[in-house]
């Protein structure tokens, strides 16, 4: 059968002859991990210059054909997203804000001279991944079905004066449960040997290089006895940026007084759809939230006043997760007492309570899945 869309993309509906069985799954979905285990099916979608965006499938999830010399292989001319489907309460299958990743995904197209995929296309595609699919998503708070819808260049040829003349966007699922494990307060190595990006790069989109290129940063971290590296501006190396994957924000003060700050976007930072939504959400909750720039020195310094109380980074992976020490060649520090805080503690429990439906969306934020 085939599924038409207002805009004349269609998904021929493929499904697996051959599915995890039921007892199986439910095992599996007893301690899913993350990133480790993936649900039956996928979507994969064509485009050529000559024919745009065609031959959409819901298929079995499996392995691609690909020619040694295509396109991705050498130039990595990718990107990807982020997001997750939840099992409310109410039985309700729901996505978190995937107009937010569409817009990112079509932002960072722009930037890698990739073809944008529209908005409704995106979406369309996820909510038929996640319907077919919808016995993967595992019940419980914290557990979730991650999607990672992504695009690679197809063309083959090693001509490097223009972008890829195909390209092949696919959705692929995978059950979660906490990327940290629930409650774990980590700690982070500040990088002073590496760069993630600099402005005019390509820190703002979802690309593997970047992510490639930040391994050895963190594997340094991991020998330094930390669970994630910070990453700081290119320019002076003091200018604090993100962690990881993720991005973070600040705590100051406590009670009816505290107020949050998260480094402001500069063209190197990654748009985080968390940080954005803890923007917003944060004031609700008479909490003050304002993106500025903070240095590592006054990171150091607030914390040794009492000032600055807490920290914790936030990413679609690990929804919010406490920092409670640093880490770095000229010292360390401790945030706080080194636990999680009363500010992170509530903001989690406030962007949870919305994704599962424990409370009220005053934002329109959760997408119900038809």
């Known amino acids: 059968m085939t599924e038409s869309l207002a805009h004349e993309i269609d998904f021929e509906i493929h499904p697996s002859q051959t599915p995890v069985p039921a007892a199986e799954r439910a095992r599996i979905l007893e301690a899913p991990g993350f990133g480790q285990v993936f649900t039956d099916h996928m979507i994969t979608l064509r485009w050529t210059e000559q024919r745009g965006w065609h031959d959409g499938k819901l298929e079995p999830y499996g392995p691609f054909t690909l020619d040694p010399a295509t396109a991705v292989f050498h130039y990595g001319q990718e990107l990807f997203e982020g997001l997750k489907a939840y099992r409310q309460d109410s039985g309700s299958i729901v996505m978190f804000r995937p107009r937010a990743n569409a817009a990112r995904f079509n932002a960072g197209c722009r930037r890698m001279a990739m073809p944008e995929l529209p908005e409704e296309t995106f979406i369309r595609a996820l909510e038929l991944l ?49 990327y940290f494990g629930a409650g774990k307060t980590v700690k982070v190595w500040l990088s002073e040997d590496y760069t993630r990006a600099a402005p005019g790069g390509t820190g703002a989109v979802k690309c593997g290089g970047n992510y490639a290129a930040a391994f050895v ?102 929804v919010i997760t406490p920092v409670g020490a640093v880490d770095g060649a000229s010292g360390g520090w401790t945030i706080g007492d080194g636990t999680p805080g009363a500010v992170t503690q509530r903001l989690k429990s406030e962007l949870i309570g919305i994704q599962y439906g424990h409370q009220p969306d005053p934002f329109g934020w959760v997408y119900k899945v038809a």
């Open 130 to 178: 996640v319907t077919q699919d919808r016995e993967w998503i595992p019940d419980g708070e914290g557990n979730s079905l991650y999607l990672r819808p992504f695009m690679i260049a197809t063309a083959r040829g090693l001509g490097v004066n223009h972008p890829s003349s195909e390209y092949m966007f696919c959705a692929i699922a995978s059950p979660a449960a906490s």
């Open 217 to 318: 940063a963190q594997q340094q971290a991991v020998d330094k006895g930390c669970d994630q590296v910070v990453w700081l501006d290119a320019a002076e190396h003091e200018w604090v940026e993100e962690m990881g994957g993720m991005n973070l924000y600040f705590v100051y003060g406590s009670g009816d007084s505290a107020r949050v700050l998260t480094p402001a976007l500069s063209g190197s930072l990654l748009p985080g759809i968390t940080r954005d939504s803890l923007l917003r959400l944060a004031p609700t909750l008479g909490i003050p939230a304002e993106e500025g720039r903070l240095s590592v020195t006054a990171w150091r310094d607030a914390c040794a006043a009492g000032e600055l109380t807490e920290v914790f980074a936030c990413g679609t992976a690990a």
